[in-house]
């Protein structure tokens, strides 16, 4: 988006798989916006959000939440600082990021775990196993057990590893899984149900030890209002679907009241984990784990903000002397 100042603030509208879809409901949306002031950022969260007849859903929140991302860029470079400044000041001054890995085979994923721990990460995290039967026989379920056991015994336990089932365990076969693994400390399970079944979360967190984190489906704080207080330990919002950094963070304060911490789910591009990293620094619960892929691990450890970060030495500033009061916005 940009300001008749010239001000350009930058967003990742996306959902994997239907980018087009997206790209048009943000040309939609951002027709509400043409010739309109750019400053007032939640009054235009508030109408692009809640002006229709049909809300939420993962397309026109994933939209709202690339137009919000650009919002906070336009008034972070308006006024000279970065995003998380206008959250209210850094809570850390560092971010704990942990790098995806995979591998077409258990070999292949212990290889590339071990080229983790060897490149400086701390945290890995993998998917846990191909498609499952509703209930999965012993052959399987002992395929899933083993796979961990073998890239801890590699990594050793000074590496956490998260564990990401997207979704395919039903409830019964997450209460009877999980329990298996609690000897091998993984970090958390991410997402062990689909989200349609979120309701049934408290179930699956009565019968494990382990940490479960979900959300990355979960595009509002009303979609979390019934999955915070069934015992979830990490709260997931993607900032690219979820509303963007403005709903992320009242998500957040929901979170916090629950005793629930904060992990941007971050899978997209740089403009996504930077936004993610704008609230990780501003939230005292973020547990600080964003998501970084090998090809991602340079903007992970130093991209702090979106493009309105304060430069480092010999950068040029990415400011403007117009106040945002005084830009409107153009797309």
């Given amino acids: 988006m940009e300001t008749d100042e010239g001000i350009v603030g930058w967003g990742e509208p996306i959902v994997e798989g239907r980018a087009e879809t997206v790209a048009a409901a943000v040309g939609e949306l951002a027709e509400q916006l043409l010739g309109a002031d750019a400053a007032p950022i939640e009054d235009h969260w508030q109408i692009l959000a809640k002006g229709g007849f049909y809300r939420g859903g993962p397309v026109l929140s994933s939209a709202l939440a690339g137009i919000d991302q650009a919002l906070w860029d336009i008034k972070g470079k308006a006024l000279g600082v970065p995003v998380h400044e206008l959250l209210g000041g850094?809570?850390?001054?560092?971010?704990?990021?942990?790098?995806?890995?995979?591998?077409?085979?258990?070999?292949?994923?212990?290889?590339?775990?071990?080229?983790?721990?060897?490149?400086?990460?701390?945290?890995?995290?993998?998917?846990?196993?191909?498609?499952?039967?509703?209930?999965?026989?012993?052959?399987?379920i002992?395929?899933?057990?083993?796979?961990?056991?073998?890239?801890?015994?590699?990594?050793?336990?000074?590496?956490?590893?998260?564990?990401?089932?997207?979704?395919?365990?039903?409830?019964?076969?997450?209460?009877?899984?999980?329990p298996l693994l609690e000897p091998l400390l993984p970090l958390f399970v991410e997402e062990p149900v689909l989200p349609e079944f979120s309701r049934d979360l408290a179930r699956i967190t009565d019968s494990t030890a382990i940490p479960i984190a979900a959300g990355e489906r979960l595009y509002s704080r009303w979609d979390f209002r019934d999955v915070l207080p069934t015992g979830i330990a990490v709260a997931q919002p993607d900032l690219s679907h979820a509303g963007g950094i403005s709903e992320v963070r009242r998500i957040a304060a929901m979170a916090e009241a629950y005793d629930v911490a904060l992990a941007p789910h971050c899978p997209l591009g740089p403009i996504a984990l930077a936004a993610s990293i704008q609230v990780d620094l501003a939230t005292p619960t973020s547990s600080s784990r964003n998501r970084a892929s090998a090809s991602t691990t340079t903007r992970a450890t130093t991209c702090s903000t979106i493009s309105s970060t304060q430069p480092s030495s010999g950068s040029p500033t990415a400011t403007s002397t117009v106040p945002p009061d005084r830009g409107s916005a153009s797309t």
């Fill in 142 to 178: 002992c395929r899933i057990v083993d796979r961990l056991a073998a890239l801890r015994e590699t990594v050793g336990p000074e590496v956490d590893i998260a564990i990401d089932f997207h979704g395919r365990f039903s409830t019964a076969m997450a209460r009877r899984v999980l």
């Fill in 90 to 140: 850094p809570v850390r001054q560092k971010i704990r990021v942990y790098r995806w890995i995979s591998g077409d085979s258990d070999a292949a994923l212990i290889e590339d775990g071990l080229r983790a721990a060897e490149s400086g990460f701390d945290a890995v995290k993998y998917n846990a196993t191909r498609r499952l039967a509703p209930i999965e026989n012993a052959a399987g």
